[in-house]
């Protein structure tokens, strides 16, 4: 299973990447050069050189330390919200999925209610409501995000919970807790956590976005999608300054995406892989189930 | 007092067609038996095994989920040593549980895939002896799985290391590891090939004589039954209708029981197989009268007009048939 994962290139490679961009952000106090926050007008738009490694932005700020520290503010935003949507959508889908009747019918009403917005625009109305700033990004994302989660919980739950191996263990006495806790959860969790890994760069590009909008980072403060909105004025003299935040959120997101599938492959009960479409690994064959006949 | 009896048990599964209107499935129908496992005590082996049998979609398999209260019973009541259980919730019927075990078709199935054998092995002794320690339970399964006829050091595997007579023999394993009473085997022996089959009713037999379980086996395996069981329950179309002994598989008198035997075959070469014209019953609409009389060649007027009353006709044996 981890071989499996190793041998694929795409996903080493989305490894790589995501553990990359962890490392420098989260290092970013170390790593930074300069103050990512002073204003000093009379180095504005510097180029690119031994001082300012990525050159300044209009108001004379380092590029390269607001783009450490920008990294860090969307990674640590990203990571919360998943943190919270798995914490609301798995225990929700688990109980609209084992228990049934009422409770499952309101979640999934609920549920319903907020899949009949798109999420983006859903989110827009909650932080237009609750005001700009991270922490309502951060909760009108976990509002709109976490039917998707409770939405597949569910429907894993509802499948397993017919298995014989639900039934075996209500006959040797576990009570309803314990089903959910010993025999539910651990089979609900690997492809949640596919899920999850898939959905991160989704989260990553949704709080650029909502940032780019003005909702979220707000300044001086350091945010991927709020610097690409400062740097709108300047797209034709000075595209770099768009350029370096929209690639960071451009790689983050592939590394996700790459990860994710790379996840999925291994925990895939059929245990054959795709080839893909964008794979260039050499040789990947399907590799056909033992004893499955071959057709000539 | 009887061990457990139910009383006019009933299972109906509800379909929707349409917005308003429901259909009713009538799953299991108005039977009512009970397993005595007292006066079975003493009197040799197999003395307490009773056999339900019964054509596919018969509702055996469902009448089994309804004793082994996993399924609760949509009418009628079921009584375990006195006490009513048909609506008890889950918690208080631990000591229903720790005396009645179920074993399922599908072992493979009825084993978590992401649980070892011993922690498989475990559920069972945490919930009914919660204060045991870990090396008792140890012991305990160690013992258990050489029973079986598991390695005992296996406890580590996950079951799908495990070939299917021995998943087989783990479920078994995890049912009879708190030593219950009456243990309900719903089509342990299907799918399995012939020399797995003796195995298991060799093992079966083994455990009922060393440890004093009682099986209720629910198959449409003959044989197994005859070999197994002293009683024999014959189901059709959601009810029980003849209740006999075994031994006199001669002396059934149901139309329907002996067709079902005729239909067995032999080794001996005189098989000729009669076949019954029709098929069963739709659950979600019953024939009026005796369930079976479209496909019954003794059928009277009375048949089509009136349900037959459970009737015993000797001491064990009883039936539902207008004929006796």
């Known amino acids: 299973m981890t071989v499996r994962f190793l041998r694929d290139p795409m996903s080493l490679a989305g490894l790589g990447v995501i553990l990359l961009v962890f490392v420098l952000t989260m290092a970013a106090p170390l790593l930074s050069p300069h103050d990512p926050l002073p204003v000093s007008l009379a180095e504005r738009l510097q180029p690119a050189g031994n001082d300012y490694p990525l050159g300044t932005d209009p108001l004379g700020r380092c590029l390269l330390s607001r783009l450490l520290f920008g990294g860090r503010m969307t990674l640590q935003y990203s990571l919360s919200v998943l943190l919270i949507i798995i914490l609301i959508g798995v225990p929700a889908g688990l109980a609209a999925g084992y228990l049934g009747g009422i409770v499952d019918s309101i979640l999934m009403r609920m549920a319903d209610i907020v899949l009949a917005f798109p999420n983006l625009i859903l989110a827009l109305v909650v932080t237009g409501v609750l005001g700009p700033g991270l922490i309502n990004i951060l909760i009108a994302l976990a509002l709109v995000s976490w039917v998707q989660y409770a939405r597949v919980v569910r429907g894993m739950v509802l499948s397993l919970k017919e298995k014989e191996f639900i039934l075996a263990a209500r006959a040797s006495g576990t009570a309803p807790g314990g089903i959910i806790w010993h025999h539910l959860l651990p089979n609900v969790l690997p492809p949640v956590a596919v899920m999850a890994t898939l959905n991160l760069g989704s989260l990553v590009l949704s709080i650029s976005t909502l940032s780019f909008l003005g909702l979220g980072a707000q300044p001086p403060l350091p945010e991927w999608g709020a610097m690409i909105n400062e740097a709108r004025n300047y797209i034709v003299t000075q595209p770099q300054l768009m350029l370096y935040p929209g690639t960071a959120i451009a790689v983050t997101v592939l590394g996700f995406n790459l990860l994710g599938d790379g996840l999925r492959d291994v925990f895939d009960p059929q245990g054959f892989t795709r080839p893909r479409a964008y794979g260039f690994g050499k040789g990947k064959q399907p590799v056909f189930v033992a004893g499955a006949k071959r057709i000539k | ?324």
């Open chain 2, 1 to 324: 007092m009887t061990f457990l009896s139910g009383r006019n048990l009933g299972k109906s599964y509800f379909t929707s067609k349409g917005l308003w209107h429901k259909e009713e499935i009538r799953a299991v129908y108005d039977v009512s038996l009970d397993l005595d496992l007292e006066n079975a005590r003493g009197a040799g082996s197999r003395s307490g095994n009773t056999g339900l049998v019964g054509e596919s979609g018969s509702g055996k398999s469902t009448l089994a989920r309804l004793i082994s209260r996993l399924e609760k019973p949509t009418t009628g009541s079921l009584r375990f040593k006195d006490e009513a259980i048909g609506d008890l919730p889950e918690k208080m019927l631990l000591p229903f549980r720790r005396q009645v075990q179920v074993i399922f078709q599908d072992a493979a199935a009825s084993l978590n895939p992401r649980h070892t054998v011993e922690k498989i092995l475990s559920e069972p002794l945490r919930n009914f002896f919660p204060g045991m320690k870990r090396k008792e339970r140890l012991e305990r399964i160690t013992e258990i799985m050489g029973q079986v006829g598991l390695s005992p050091d296996h406890f580590e595997r996950f079951p799908h290391e495990f070939s299917g007579g021995q998943k087989r023999r783990l479920a078994i394993a995890r049912a009879v590891i708190i030593n219950p009473d009456l243990l309900i085997c719903d089509e342990v022996t299907s799918g399995l090939d012939v020399s797995l089959q003796g195995q298991l009713l060799n093992l079966f037999l083994e455990l009922g004589d060393r440890f004093g379980v009682h099986y209720l086996l629910v198959s449409h395996d003959l044989p197994a039954v005859r070999y197994l069981c002293r009683r024999v329950l014959v189901m059709y179309a959601g009810r029980i209708v003849e209740d006999f002994p075994a031994a006199e598989m001669a002396a059934s008198i149901h139309p329907y029981t002996r067709a079902l035997l005729e239909s067995e075959p032999s080794l001996d070469g005189s098989f000729s197989p009669r076949f019954l014209p029709g098929e069963p019953p739709d659950p979600s609409a019953y024939p009026t009268g005796c369930p079976f009389h479209p496909r019954c060649s003794e059928k009277k007027a009375v048949c089509s007009e009136q349900a037959p009353i459970f009737k015993k006709v000797a001491d064990n044996h009883g039936t539902a048939c207008h004929l006796t």
